[in-house]
């Protein structure tokens, strides 16, 4: 079975029942937007509320602005939904859609750069993994014997414990694999 194509497939399953959700709500007015923000500066939780809610749509058009810069739409809707409730509940002065806008793609842009970080990530340990795979096979040639921490660590001008964390690390991936393996033979 083909888990990517399911996962993406029921995510987007998820976000077209979230736009049809989203068809029953009525975006705030201009005029409701004001008389909700003098609620909510009285302190009305049930203005909090309806702002969130009737900016829905627009969290929404923001978020599809970035749409295709790294995270799918489901993570970009969810990460303007928690700016916009965030922003509602520390608005204080100014113009509401301004300030809306700007923490909202804030926001995003932020979770757009977290997750093209961890790709970055991601790819120095696999390269880091690949390459000591390699220093050991050889090493292991030279040897007659499989090449120590230590050996290993000064072939590639590393520390031990960064060969170690290496190693951890490759151990991890192959026990995920393994469990993921399991897991889907299970469920057949």
Sequence with gaps: MNRGRKRGTMEHDFYQMYLEELEQIAPCTKQEELL????????REDAKARLIEGNLKQALEYAKEYENKGLSMGDLVQEANMALTLAVGGFTAGDFQDYLERE?????????????????TEEEIAARVN???????VMAEELGREATVEEL???????????????KITLDAVNVMQAGRELEEDQE
Excluded: D, F, Y
Excluded at 131 to 137: E, I, N
């Design 153 to 167: 660590a000064a072939r590639m001008k590393m520390t031990g414990e960064e060969i170690k964390e290496i190693m």
């Design 36 to 43: 909700l923000l003098e609620q909510l500066s009285q302190g």
């Design 104 to 120: 909202i793609k804030k926001a995003v842009e932020a979770a757009i750069e977290e997750q093209l970080a961890e790709a970055r």
């Design 131 to 137: 390459v000591l795979q390699k220093v050991s096979q």
